[in-house]
């Protein structure tokens, strides 16, 4: 390097706090394969970094790392000499490393004093929120979900427990990723179903809009609408799976039932509104109903029920009771 460059020492300084986008990274990358020098410049600040980020204490004020940079360089380029390079190499090395080292270190005062993760969850009834980005997030009872206080500049990132339901907002920048044991799942914008509840062997990928890229280690799968993927913790296995008959797409708001045993339609109502549903008697469990509900309430999703099969509906101390003789 015969000079400062400004553009690549701005990169590395955010290379060395960990906070370069993956275009960024690329561009170091191909800057290091320029020459040995470059190498060696890099090297040079990250046996500077490795040494001194530990020791580093507070910041007392606001630094202007651009204003000190500009004035080391003004006060060594100010001489008016013109000196060999090859003779101050490792001065002008241990110049840019200090600088950039410090550039790096303010950033990384900065952001260790961010706030505690957020953490959400849901106890006995499901619990809907939005983000900070926009995203509507529906968690199912006994489910948790861990995020920043504030996404960064990269991705939005967040860990589940249990299972939820995903309303992304689009943010092509900035890919929406969720964790949920060791399986990744990421998208930039669309709706979908984490699911490690009902089988905690088990995750299970369902979406509903868009496309959702599923991964484990080097098993991968893009999944698009109306499709389904599984991971098998105990054979170490990620495969496209069949919804079983009757599955909401998601268990809060939408279903869709193609001859589904009534038993099995009033199980899931009872799990995604988190009331209890049940049947007067148990002529009526294997009922064959076939509907699509999206997006309704509770008391209209019952009517509709009711309505099919010409059915009353009776209030009991814990929800709701289908009252009717059979489905003939």
Same mark, same amino acid.
């Given at each position: /390097?015969?000079?400062?460059?400004?553009?690549?020492?701005?990169?590395?300084?955010?290379?060395?706090?960990? =906070?370069?986008?993956?275009?960024?990274?690329?561009?170091?990358? %191909?800057?290091?394969?320029?020459?040995? =020098?470059?190498?060696?410049?890099?090297?040079?600040?990250?046996?500077?970094?490795?040494?001194?980020?530990? #020791?580093?204490?507070?910041?007392?004020?606001?630094?202007?790392?651009?204003? !000190?940079? *500009?004035?080391?360089?003004?006060?060594?380029? #100010?001489?008016?000499?013109?000196?060999? /390079?090859?003779?101050?190499?490792?001065?002008?090395?241990?110049?840019?490393?200090?600088?950039?080292?410090? !550039?790096?270190?303010?950033?990384?005062?900065?952001?260790?004093?961010?706030?505690?993760?957020?953490? /959400?969850?849901?106890?006995?009834? +499901?619990?809907?929120?939005?983000?900070?980005?926009?995203?509507?997030?529906?968690? @199912?009872?006994?489910?948790?979900?861990?995020?920043?206080?504030?996404?960064?500049?990269?991705?939005?990132?967040?860990?589940?427990?249990?299972?939820?339901?995903?309303?992304?907002?689009?943010?092509?920048?900035?890919? $929406?990723?969720?964790?949920? @044991?060791?399986? @990744?799942? *990421?998208?930039?914008?669309? &709706?979908?179903?984490?699911?490690?509840?009902?089988?905690?062997?088990?995750?299970?990928?369902? +979406?509903?809009?868009?496309?959702?890229?599923?991964?484990?280690?080097?098993?991968?799968?893009?999944?698009?609408?109306?499709?389904? &993927?599984?991971?098998?913790?105990?054979? !170490?296995?990620?495969?496209?799976?069949?919804?079983?008959?009757?599955?909401?797409? $998601?268990?809060?708001?939408?279903?869709?039932?193609?001859?589904?045993?009534?038993? /099995? +339609?009033?199980?899931?109502?009872?799990? !995604?509104?988190?009331?209890?549903?049940?049947? %007067?008697?148990?002529?009526?469990?294997?009922?064959?109903?076939?509907?699509?509900?999206?997006?309704?309430?509770?008391?209209?999703?019952?009517?509709?029920?009711?309505?099919? $099969?010409?059915?009353?509906?009776?209030?009991?101390?814990? #929800?709701?009771?289908?009252?009717? =003789?059979?489905?003939?």
């Amino acid at each position: /390097m015969n000079n400062f460059d400004e553009k690549i020492d701005s990169l590395l300084a955010k290379y060395l706090a960990g =906070e370069c986008s993956p275009d960024e990274e690329r561009v170091v990358q %191909n800057w290091l394969a320029e020459s040995a =020098e470059n190498e060696q410049y890099l090297s040079d600040l990250v046996w500077l970094w490795e040494r001194s980020a530990s #020791g580093l204490a507070p910041a007392p004020r606001t630094v202007d790392t651009e204003a !000190a940079l *500009q004035n080391v360089k003004n006060n060594l380029r #100010g001489t008016g000499k013109v000196v060999s /390079m090859s003779r101050y190499r490792t001065f002008w090395l241990r110049a840019a490393a200090v600088l950039l080292l410090a !550039a790096a270190a303010v950033y990384w005062w900065q952001t260790t004093g961010t706030p505690e993760p957020v953490r /959400m969850a849901a106890a006995e009834t +499901v619990l809907t929120d939005t983000l900070t980005d926009g995203s509507v997030i529906t968690l @199912q009872q006994n489910s948790a979900l861990t995020l920043p206080a504030t996404f960064n500049r990269r991705e939005r990132r967040l860990r589940l427990e249990g299972e939820a339901y995903f309303e992304v907002a689009p943010d092509s920048t900035r890919p $929406f990723v969720v964790e949920v @044991q060791d399986v @990744q799942v *990421q998208v930039v914008g669309t &709706a979908f179903t984490v699911d490690n509840f009902n089988d905690a062997g088990k995750v299970v990928v369902t +979406v509903t809009e868009g496309k959702v890229h599923v991964r484990k280690d080097r098993q991968e799968l893009l999944l698009g609408p109306g499709e389904q &993927a599984t991971y098998d913790r105990a054979k !170490a296995v990620l495969q496209r799976t069949v919804q079983e008959q009757g599955t909401p797409v $998601f268990k809060n708001r939408i279903f869709r039932f193609d001859a589904t045993p009534l038993q /099995m +339609v009033v199980k899931q109502l009872s799990e !995604a509104y988190g009331v209890e549903i049940s049947l %007067n008697n148990e002529q009526l469990e294997n009922c064959p109903l076939t509907a699509r509900y999206n997006n309704l309430t509770l008391d209209r999703v019952l009517n509709l029920v009711a309505e099919s $099969f010409s059915f009353k509906i009776e209030k009991s101390g814990k #929800g709701y009771i289908l009252v009717g =003789e059979g489905c003939e």
